[in-house]
């Protein structure tokens, strides 16, 4: 049963801060590549941010210089810390790992998380 679970979503006003947080629990081996991607109503799918075992990160250019990505390896945990919200950066904000499984040694596969709602106000 490995699954992701993410936590921080909350209603914000417009220039506001939040921080979102994503565990890996299960028969994991190891955990890869993080990342946290946002879908907006109506739009498709998009990463804002992701980050790799090594901590090399990589950002939408719209968020750049405003989200910083991080991750605790021991705890399986990346987060995702939100500054200067702005209202078109509402949605569901899922968070996406690569992992080897225990169960499966030398593989690696995807999964996603429930996703966590993020709403700013103006």
């Known amino acids: 049963q490995v699954q992701l679970v993410e936590s921080g979503g909350d209603l914000v006003q417009a220039g506001g801060s939040l921080r979102l947080s994503c565990t890996a629990s299960g028969s994991i081996f190891r955990v890869y590549t993080m990342a946290w991607y946002r879908q907006a109503p109506g739009k498709q799918r998009e990463l804002v941010a992701g980050?790799?075992?090594?901590?090399?990160?990589n950002y939408a250019d719209s968020v750049k210089g405003r989200f910083t990505i991080a991750r605790d390896n021991a705890k399986n945990t990346v987060y995702l810390q939100m500054n200067v919200l702005k209202t078109e950066e509402k949605g569901v904000y899922y968070c996406n790992a690569d992992i080897e499984p225990r169960s499966e040694a030398r593989t690696t596969k995807t999964i996603w998380g429930q996703g966590t709602q993020v709403t700013v106000s103006s």
């Open positions: 980050i790799t075992r090594a901590e090399t990160t």
